[in-house]
């Protein structure tokens, strides 16, 4: 069946690094196309990054542009999310989904089937 799995989640000090994986099972990662997502305490989940299926074209959230970086390994049917600079207001729990439809804008939840069950990340000194 269709299985995501987030890894490297952790506690890093402000201006930290951490790089995040998205193992995929179950299916051809290449032919899909991935969004991270984040989800802080009392907000809702926000879409931050995303990877296309066809051409791997890359799409960030201001809120990360610079900072964050979305790559994918077919070989290893897994999607990194390398981060650096992080800051305090990174820290949530992230999300790697499968897109099921590209009708909707890539950082609506409801564009995507499948989610992992997330990875926490803590940006604090």
């Known amino acids: 069946q269709v299985q995501l799995v987030e890894s490297g989640g952790g506690l890093v000090q402000p201006g930290g690094s951490l790089r995040l994986s998205c193992a995929a099972s179950?299916?051809?990662?290449?032919?899909?196309?991935i969004g991270w997502f984040r989800q802080a305490p009392g907000k809702e989940r926000e879409g931050i990054s995303y990877?296309?299926?066809?051409?791997?074209?890359?799409y960030y959230a201001d809120s990360v542009k610079g900072r964050f970086t979305i790559s994918r390994d077919n070989a290893k049917n897994t999607v990194y999310l390398q981060m650096n600079s992080l800051k305090p207001e990174d820290t949530a729990v992230y999300y790697c989904a499968r897109q099921r439809s590209t009708t909707y804008y890539w950082r609506t939840p409801l564009a995507y089937g499948y989610w992992g069950q997330g990875t926490q990340v803590t940006v604090s000194s």
């Open positions: 990877i296309s299926n066809s051409d791997g074209r890359t």
């Open positions: 179950g299916f051809t990662l290449d032919y899909y196309g």
